[in-house]
């Protein structure tokens, strides 16, 4: 089982920037796919922006692209997500997650039924 560690969130205001972290605990993650979703009170854990394994690949929700970069470090088996300038409807729990691939397809997906394994989420809030 995968276990999934983000940190980086917290209380900033509007225009500011944050850079979120997901580490996999116990295993690299050369091999996994990797996409970051979110979840406001209230609302449906949507997409936000995806990587594939080889870091080739990267998708985003149009609501944020241009504004957030997604990017893995092998070397720190660490995948980030950069938010500039933050928007008050950017206010959510960021979740990180995993699925495993086949090494060789550029694969990022969209779909939250396409991941397997999930982080405890961390807390994004913006104010106006």
């Known amino acids: 089982q995968v276990q999934l560690v983000e940190s980086g969130g917290g209380l900033v205001q509007a225009g500011s920037s944050l850079t979120l972290s997901c580490a996999p605990s116990?295993?690299?993650?050369?091999?996994?796919?990797m996409a970051w979703f979110r979840q406001a009170p209230r609302e449906r854990r949507e997409f936000v922006a995806a990587i594939s394994w080889s870091g080739g690949t990267t998708d985003y929700a149009d609501s944020v692209k241009g504004r957030f970069t997604i990017s893995r470090d092998s070397a720190e088996n660490t995948v980030y997500l950069v938010l500039d300038s933050l928007k008050p409807e950017d206010t959510a729990v960021y979740y990180c997650a995993a699925r495993l691939t086949d090494g060789y397809t550029e694969y990022a997906p969209r779909n939250i039924y396409n991941y397997d394994h999930w982080g405890q989420g961390t807390q994004v809030t913006v104010s106006s």
């Open positions: 116990g295993r690299t993650f050369g091999s996994y796919a």
